[in-house]
């Protein structure tokens, strides 16, 4: 595709379900960001993938939270078990590792409310 | 933990002032770039810096860096009520491939008419 897609675009859930949500990067983009935003804040990272190389998982807040990334493509980010706290904006990046290019570009995010 | 801290927090201003936003981070970098992002969702990459340039322009936007005091700035000249937006700088701290990203708290600008 053109950018990155996230998907959905909000996700209204239950105190106590899990959720998944997907994030399709730029094709050919080797690394992929995971960030998260409460209102008004600053961009709390969360996960980061890059080629074949074990995530770097140190952003994640509890172990409620997991990523994957099939086939250096598509990644999902599952958050089981939300909280109220978890309602944020999950924001995807992807970008092209080669040369020293670290310009990330955005998908448009999932807003997720807990209720 | 936030890399970059920027100042001011929000920033108000008419239509063609220009407008001065500050970066500071912590640790070594590689790289450190700047975002805007509308109404809290996706980030648009603005400009990026390296660590061994000093100042860097395109279009109305001029970044400089300074390594030593471990700061950047962004000005943007005779803004336009389309500026309006939250601003954030990144910096990445690994040579020769891409790394975390890690950003600040950001700026939130307000130009007005």
């Known amino acids: 595709g053109a950018g990155v897609s996230q998907s959905p675009s909000n996700k209204v859930t239950e105190k106590g379900k899990d959720v998944e949500l997907r994030c399709d990067p730029i094709s050919g983009h080797t690394a992929l960001y995971w960030y998260r935003q409460s209102l008004g804040q600053g961009l709390e990272f969360l996960i980061y993938f890059q080629g074949n190389s074990a995530p770097d998982k140190s952003g994640l807040p509890s172990d409620r939270f997991s990523a994957e990334r099939t086939g250096g493509s598509v990644s999902t980010l599952t958050i089981q078990r939300t909280q109220q706290e978890d309602s944020a904006v999950y924001l995807c990046a992807s970008s092209l590792a080669s040369g020293g290019h670290t310009e990330a570009f955005f998908g448009q995010g999932t807003r997720l409310t807990v209720v | ?113």
């Open chain 2, 1 to 113: 933990s936030q890399q970059g801290e920027e100042d001011p927090q929000a920033l108000s201003i008419q239509e063609g002032e220009n407008a001065t936003m500050n970066c500071s981070y912590k640790t070594s970098i590689n790289n450190l770039q700047w975002y805007r992002q509308n109404s809290g969702r996706g980030l648009v990459h603005l400009i990026l810096i390296r660590s061994n340039e000093r100042e860097k322009h395109s279009g109305r936007l001029r970044v400089t860096l300074d390594t030593s005091k471990k700061s950047s700035s962004l000005l943007i000249t005779a803004s336009r009520a389309a500026d309006t937006a939250s601003y954030f700088c990144a910096t990445d701290n690994k040579p020769g491939t891409a790394s975390k990203l890690t950003f600040g708290t950001g700026t939130r600008l307000q130009v007005t008419l």
